[in-house]
């Protein structure tokens, strides 16, 4: 792998990492002032209106689409020079993305199989939270082998392509054809900017400003307008500098991981559990978030893994083993920041939202405990120890 690319992913998980550790300070921060005096103030804030938007909306709507200008441009690095760049490659991680994606939705379903109104939020569970997950990592040390953190930073990075998917095809309002049209002009003058390589971002950075506002008139979730412009981003270098693509993403990266993702976290976690009842814990959209993340993300990830290897269509990671390869499908069922943001995309009934925000917390918390364990537990009983990778 070219050195660039290397330092761009050991970047990548650095600031993953931290911004991981500052994410579970703004959620907890944002638990304890929902429950304090200060809660009706946090959410009088939430939905005070600036502009055309509430706060709310532009955290989720503004923000996050730099988070996914973030991801598009992490996952065509990858996939063009990177990690996920050859089939070996991709392999193990693409296997274990689309087990992680359809295990938890079915369990989602099944909770929800008698309550029609839940079942719009299927795919709540279905997302990783890597800033979280490799957060949580970042906290076990020299516990978890490199190659193994790669290789969850890949899935995730997969799983990230899946939800931004799942976000245009299933949760996509009625449509505006003027401004679609308009978005698709703006879309085809970004690619012609590729095209004619101009290495100078502004240019680009502009015409995605304007794409994110065709977006918001258009029922396409704005967001995704962050993706598209960064599949236009030139990833080639001109006389020796970096590429712009490299350049936008060391640039945002200390942004995303410090800023934006703890800022969307303490917006989005607040949730008053004054009137928490057992009514709420038990209701499918409590258990489906819950369920899915915790046993579906797991099931998912290890059965698909561990039959792709089986198949000889994947290798295990070199120098890790069965246990630990099932401490990151544990791991998985972190998915903090895009489960909250499909919940938001999902459900307009405030009752609903704050159910599935209880369970997404409940099975991402009750996952991190449960990887931590795996991972801690038997390097203090017996030492560290590998049987190696698998051919």
Request: overall charge positive; aromatic content about 8%; hydrophobic content about 55%.
């Amino acid at each position: 792998m070219p050195a660039r690319a290397v330092s761009a992913l050991r970047d990548f998980l650095r600031s993953e990492s931290a911004g991981g550790v500052l994410l579970m300070i703004a959620a907890a921060a944002a638990l304890l002032t929902a429950n304090s005096p200060l809660g009706a103030a946090y959410f009088h804030a939430l939905h005070a209106y600036l502009g055309p938007l509430s706060v709310e909306h532009w955290i989720n709507d503004g923000l996050m689409a730099v988070f996914f200008l973030l991801v598009g441009l992490e996952i065509k690095r990858e996939v063009v020079g990177g990690e996920l760049s050859t089939w070996p490659r991709r392999a193990l991680p693409g296997f274990a993305a689309l087990g992680g994606m359809i295990a938890p939705a079915l369990i989602y379903l099944l909770v929800a199989r008698e309550a029609p109104d839940v079942r719009a939020g299927w795919a709540i569970p279905a997302a990783t939270d890597i800033a979280f997950a490799l957060g949580v990592l970042s906290l076990l040390g020299p516990r978890v082998p490199g190659a193994l953190k790669i290789f969850l930073a890949a899935l995730a990075i997969i799983d990230d392509l899946g939800a931004i998917l799942i976000i245009a095809f299933f949760y996509t309002d009625h449509l505006t054809l003027w401004a679609l049209g308009a978005a698709g002009a703006v879309l085809a003058g970004l690619i012609g900017l590729n095209r004619l390589k101009v290495a100078a971002l502004w240019p680009y950075l502009l015409l995605g400003a304007l794409l994110w506002f065709l977006f918001l008139k258009s029922g396409v979730h704005a967001t995704l307008a962050g993706v598209l412009l960064a599949m236009t981003i030139p990833l080639t270098s001109t006389r020796g500098e970096h590429s712009p693509l490299h350049r936008l993403e060391h640039g945002l990266n200390p942004w995303v991981a410090y800023l934006i993702v703890p800022v969307f976290g303490f917006a989005n976690a607040g949730v008053a559990l004054g009137g928490l009842t057992a009514s709420v814990l038990t209701a499918p959209a409590t258990l489906g978030a819950a369920l899915g993340l915790f046993l579906g993300k797991q099931a998912g990830v290890m059965a698909f893994s561990a039959a792709a290897i089986a198949l000889g269509l994947a290798r295990r990671p070199t120098g890790v083993t069965w246990s630990q390869l099932y401490g990151v499908a544990v791991l998985c069922g972190v998915g903090f920041t895009m489960s909250l943001f499909i919940n938001n995309l999902a459900f307009q009934d405030a009752l609903l939202r704050e159910e599935t925000k209880i369970g997404v917390l409940a099975g991402s918390v009750a996952s991190a405990l449960l990887a931590w364990l795996i991972f801690a537990l038997p390097r203090r009983r017996t030492g560290a120890t590998t049987d190696g990778g698998s051919n």
